[in-house]
C-alpha cells in the first residue's frame, strides 16, 4: 500500500514537473510546497515547552513529519513587543497556519491576522481574554485548546490540606488576562469564606521578588493562576514561601515540580497532543467552525513531597493516596 502510494505521488509528481517544465513559470521546489507552520510561545517554561515538544512529537506520528511540514518556532522571552514583531513575521512570510502557545501569543496572532488559521494551545480562558465568543463554534480563523482548571477546585484542595488559613495571598501578573478572570473567582470564593485576601500584580519578571517577599510576610498562604510570569519564577517564590514557611498553591502540576506546593491541575502532555489533533486536522481540510475548542475535564492533585516537607505538612491520607507527588 505504501509502495503503491510512493509511486503514485512519484508518477504525479512527475506529471507535474512534466507540466511546469512545459511552460509555467515555477519557482516551486520542495521547501514551498511543504505546509508551513510558526509557531510562537510567550516564554519558555516547563508546562509550555512540554506543551510545544508533545505537540511536535503528535504530529509525527499523525503523518504531518519533516517531509509534508516545516515547523519554524520563536519564543518571544516574556516580551509583548517580541511577541507582535514574531507574528507580523509569520503573516508576512505567508505561513499556512499559526500556533500560539499560551494566552499572550494568541492575542498576538490574533491581532496580526484574520486570514491565516491559528491553533491556540493552553488558553485558560479563550471567551473573557477576547479571542472569540463562542468556544463550541469558533466564527473566525482561530480555534485550539484550553488549559481552564477551576479555581475553587484548587482553592478547595488547600483548605483540605490546610484548614487553618485565614489569610491569603494572590500573586499575579497584570498583563496576562489568563491570570484576571482567575484571580477574580478566587477572590469572589475566598470572601465568600471569610478568608482575608490580599492581591498583588506584577507587571514583568523584574517585580516577581519583592512582590512576592511582602506578600508571603502577610499572609497565611499564596495561591497564583495559571499566570506565565510565575510560573518562569518559581525557583525564586518557592524559596520565600520555604523561608516564610507557607505553602505556595500554584496551578499546574510544572509549578508544583518547580517549587510550589500543591494544585489541581490538567495534563499538559495530554494538550499538547490535542492541539496537534487540531492542527492535523485544519491540514486535512476541516473547516475552523467544525473544530470546537478543547476543553480537558480530567484534573489530578500534584503535590510537592520536598516542599511539603520543608513545611512540616503532613497531607492527608485521602490526599495522598491519588496525587501524584514531585520530590
Ligand atoms: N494557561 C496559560 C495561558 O493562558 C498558559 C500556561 C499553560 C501556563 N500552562 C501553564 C502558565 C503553566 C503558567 C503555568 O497563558
Request: charged share 20%; hydrophobic share 40%; proline share 3%.
Amino acid at each position: 500500500m505504501y509502495t503503491m502510494k510512493k509511486i503514485c505521488s512519484f508518477v504525479l509528481a512527475s506529471a507535474l514537473t512534466a507540466v511546469c517544465f512545459s511552460g509555467c513559470d515555477s519557482t516551486s521546489n520542495d521547501m514551498e510546497e511543504k505546509f508551513q507552520i510558526g509557531v510562537v510561545q510567550i516564554i519558555e517554561h516547563t508546562s509550555l515547552n512540554t506543551i510545544r515538544e508533545t505537540m511536535l512529537e503528535e504530529l509525527e506520528k499523525l503523518g504531518l513529519d519533516e517531509s509534508k511540514v516545516e515547523i519554524d518556532y520563536k519564543n518571544a522571552a516574556n516580551d509583548q513587543a517580541n511577541l507582535n514583531t514574531i507574528c507580523q513575521k509569520f503573516v508576512s512570510d505567508q505561513k499556512d497556519l499559526i500556533v500560539a502557545i499560551a494566552t499572550p501569543s494568541a492575542l498576538a496572532a490574533a491581532n496580526a491576522t484574520e486570514d491565516i488559521p491559528i491553533v491556540f494551545s493552553a488558553v485558560t480562558d479563550p471567551v473573557s481574554s477576547g479571542l472569540m465568543s463562542d468556544m463550541e463554534h469558533p466564527d473566525s480563523n482561530i480555534t485550539g485548546t484550553s488549559d481552564f482548571v477551576d479555581a475553587e477546585k484548587i482553592l478547595e484542595l488547600a483548605f483540605q490540606i490546610t484548614p487553618d488559613i485565614q489569610s491569603m495571598g494572590l500573586l499575579y501578573c497584570s498583563s496576562e488576562p489568563n491570570s484576571k478572570v482567575v484571580i477574580d473567582k478566587a477572590k469572589a470564593y475566598l470572601e465568600a469564606k471569610n478568608v482575608d485576601v490580599k492581591i498583588k500584580a506584577v507587571t514583568n519578571d523584574a517585580e516577581i521578588q519583592q512582590a512576592g517577599t511582602s506578600l508571603a510576610s502577610e499572609v497565611d498562604a499564596m495561591f497564583s493562576p495559571i499566570d506565565n510570569t510565575v510560573a518562569n519564577n518559581m525557583s525564586i517564590l518557592s524559596e520565600i514561601c520555604v523561608d516564610k514557611k507557607i505553602p505556595f498553591y500554584v496551578s499546574a502540576d510544572s509549578m508544583v515540580s518547580d517549587g510550589g506546593f500543591a494544585t489541581e491541575g490538567i495534563n499538559y502532555v495530554d494538550l499538547g497532543q490535542k492541539t496537534a489533533e487540531i492542527v492535523k486536522q485544519i491540514y486535512d481540510g476541516t473547516a475552523i467552525a467544525d473544530i470546537p475548542v478543547v476543553i480537558l475535564k480530567d484534573t489530578k492533585t500534584y503535590i510537592n513531597q520536598t516542599v511539603a516537607s520543608q513545611l512540616g505538612i503532613t497531607i492527608p491520607e485521602d490526599i495522598s493516596q491519588s496525587a501524584t507527588f514531585f520530590e
